[in-house]
């Protein structure tokens, strides 16, 4: 069974840190990315990489405060989160999918995560 588990979300105040966990199993993925979604608003590109290293992206809101990472041996890619704002908080989802760019991981060869969630008080 192909599965992504989140973990690590929870409640911070501004300008504090999270580090969020996606564990994936069943099945090998070229990329992965975390995507948010906040109450009323569409699902959003946080950041992505490859499992195989290389360059990484960011959404430019992010850059500097977030950093996304790998463990191959563990099959888990981390999304570290710095300084956080209010605007930061949503559900953040892990995708595994065959590249990083953003419209691959949102494709129908990818596979997401149930989500876990941020809240960021001011």
């Known amino acids: 069974q192909v599965q992504l588990v989140e973990s690590g979300g929870g409640l911070v105040q501004a300008g504090g840190s999270l580090r969020l966990s996606c564990v994936a199993s069943g099945r090998t993925f070229v990329a992965m990315g975390w995507f948010r979604q906040a109450p009323g608003k569409e699902r959003e590109f946080v950041a992505a990489t490859n499992w195989s290293g290389g360059s990484t992206l960011y959404t430019d809101s992010v850059k500097g405060r977030f950093t996304i990472s790998m463990d191959n041996a563990a099959s888990t890619v981390y999304l570290e989160m710095n300084n956080l704002k209010p605007e930061d908080a949503a559900v953040y989802y892990c995708?595994?999918?065959?590249?990083?760019?953003?419209?691959?991981?949102?494709?129908?060869?990818?596979?997401w995560g149930q989500g876990t969630r941020v809240t960021v008080s001011s």
């Open positions: 995708a595994g999918g065959p590249d990083r760019r953003p419209r691959f991981l949102l494709g129908p060869d990818s596979v």
